[in-house]
């Protein structure tokens, strides 16, 4: 499995909250393949960030997270 060519990279996203009158951002990672010629997300942060540099690191962590556990079984 190579995950050498997976990539992080962060999605702004506008969201709107109650009771504010303007879409606030809010900032997911996300896990793509640089040799992908889609890029198609392999993995997608399910949370929603306030930061763009904490989303990043959240992207980080899964990433070493998953490389660090190929090979060893499943559940
Ligand atoms: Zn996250």
Redesign the pocket.
């Known amino acids: 499995m190579g995950w050498v060519g997976v990539k992080i990279r962060v999605l702004a996203l506008p969201t709107q909250v109650k009771g504010t009158p303007a879409p606030t951002l809010v900032y ?2 996300e896990a793509y393949d640089e040799e992908d010629q889609f890029r198609e997300p392999k993995w997608t ?5 306030d930061s763009a540099h ?2 990043h690191d ?2 980080l962590d ?1 990433l070493h997270g998953e490389a660090g556990e190929v090979g060893q079984s499943e559940g």
Not at 45 to 49: L, S
Request: aromatic share 8%; with cysteine; proline share 8%.
């Open positions: 997911r990672a942060c399910p949370h929603r960030h904490a989303a959240c992207g899964w």
